[in-house]
């Protein structure tokens, strides 16, 4: 996965809600900060049996970047596994030399 547009209907609403909350400088329910990580929060939204992760970074620039979405699998518990981590921080590394551009 890693693309917002193949998770099922009701995710995509509920992660652009909760994305246009960040926008409002408001927090949806489903938003926590990810911890290792300094203004990244993740949405997490449950499905069926399943639950898919969208994380995001704010206060960078004036733009709110959406760094990956995943469908989280429980072979980690609730850890987030370290592949998706570092594609967190390679995505917030890019997101912030954009910024540094505008």
């Known amino acids: 996965m890693g693309d917002l547009k193949e998770c099922p209907d009701e995710v995509k609403h509920e992660v652009g809600f909760a994305l246009h909350r960040a926008q409002e ?3 949806h329910h489903r938003v ?3 911890k290792g990580f300094k ?3 993740e949405i997490v939204a449950p499905y069926h049996t399943d639950t898919y992760r969208t994380v995001y970074a704010v206060k960078i620039g004036k733009c709110i970047y959406v760094l990956h979405t ?3 699998k429980s072979k980690s518990g609730i850890k987030t596994p370290m592949p998706v981590l570092k594609t967190i921080r390679a995505r917030l590394k890019q997101a912030m030399d954009l910024a540094k551009e505008e």
């Open 39 to 41: 203004g990244v929060f």
């Open 32 to 34: 926590k900060p990810l």
């Open 25 to 27: 400088g408001k927090k």
């Open 70 to 72: 995943f469908k989280k």
